[in-house]
């Protein structure tokens, strides 16, 4: 670990880029993004399509450079910043280690990707059709992923578009079950458990999603969950897949979910926060107001609701508001920094 934390290192979450301050409220802005929508969709989605393509061409130029690979010398695990568990950041594992896989002296290190994950604003202004036209996942802990099953092999890449780890999976073109077409799915990746914690979908063997409203880009993944309950569980990998439930965006569904505990092989996982998406929103490549974010420990302040003392027992030193934790970013990133490291330094004692 770097002995001072880089700027963006310690965002919990990939999430929490959120953009620097507007002039238009995020009201007058969401309003303006789905009017947007309607208009122009057909063009959106042209214009993401030829990015997606360009992405998968990428894509297919970095899975050719390890064809020569052994099929059962796959999987690579992330290095020193996916040992900070609550790190979930853009801002880049510079290098990932192979436990299994013998890399050939004098190999060329891999490009990265260029790609971006939608990325959230902050939960500031709560609109008033939040429990109708907005749906709620929850998000565990851990780093932010996209998966991509392609060419025998699914790939795990950070927010840098660095390569963090690979595996086999069932997933179209993942090398267990359907070798062929091409998976692109958002992702969280809980080292502690090993398991990936699928939120959203981008592209899934011959259906392009990314400009497909919210609702159906969810109804979409749960049947074919519910087709293939195989694939979260796959033989050939030390990993499992869970897709993340979706609901509405009700205070008290929230709070009911809030209490469920989440486990994983005995293991108890905590929500780092929840994200909320219009219905109508499409997955964009950047930051967008139809998708926002908050903290766990920020529901009861923004929302009114109980949560479990866990969560409240998460809430940083020193932390007033939203509003002022947006205003002291830097100082709360190093505090997180801080304990993170503290946290490392006590387990490896232990």
């Not at 880029?17 to 122009?40: G, N, P, T, V």
């Not at 999987?75 to 510079?94: P, R, V, W």
Request: net charge neutral.
């Amino acid at each position: 670990m770097n002995s001072s934390p880089n700027k963006l290192s310690d965002n919990p979450h990939a999430h929490l880029y959120k953009c620097k301050e507007r002039k238009q409220s995020q009201h007058e802005r969401r309003i303006k993004f789905l009017a947007e929508l309607k208009e122009k969709r057909s063009k959106c989605a042209d214009e993401n399509r030829q990015l997606c393509e360009t992405f998968l061409s990428e894509i297919n130029v970095e899975s050719s450079m390890d064809e020569s690979v052994e099929e059962n010398t796959q999987i690579c695990d992330a290095t020193k910043e996916i040992d900070s568990e609550n790190s979930m950041n853009e801002s880049g594992i510079e290098e990932t280690r192979c436990e299994d896989m013998e890399i050939e002296s004098g190999k060329k290190r891999r490009r990265s990707i260029k790609f971006k994950l939608m990325l959230t604003e902050w939960f500031l202004d709560i609109p008033d059709d939040l429990e109708e036209d907005w749906i709620v996942k929850f998000c565990p802990e851990g780093l932010r992923v996209l998966l991509i099953s392609a060419r025998h092999i699914t790939r795990f890449y950070n927010g840098k578009g660095k390569l963090v780890f690979k595996t086999k999976t069932k997933f179209p073109g993942g090398g267990n079950y359907n070798s062929r077409g091409t998976t692109i799915l958002d992702c969280i990746y809980n080292k502690q458990t090993r398991t990936i914690f699928i939120l959203d979908c981008l592209y899934w063997n011959s259906l392009f999603t990314v400009p497909s409203e919210a609702t159906f880009r969810f109804f979409w993944l749960a049947a074919k969950f519910q087709e293939m309950p195989e694939m979260s569980d796959c033989e050939r990998s030390r990993y499992k897949f869970i897709l993340m439930d979706n609901f509405p965006a009700e205070r008290s569904l929230i709070q009911e979910k809030m209490f469920d505990v989440l486990k994983i092989q005995d293991k108890e996982v905590l929500y780092d926060g929840v994200v909320f998406y219009h219905k109508e929103s499409e997955y964009t490549f950047g930051d967008t107001p139809l998708a926002t974010w908050l903290h766990s420990f920020m529901l009861p302040e923004k929302l009114g609701i109980d949560i479990p003392e866990i969560y409240q027992q998460k809430m940083p030193t020193g932390y007033i508001n939203l509003e002022h934790f947006i205003e002291n970013r830097e100082k709360f990133r190093k505090q997180k920094w801080q304990q993170n490291k503290k946290n490392k330094k006590e387990s490896m004692e232990t």
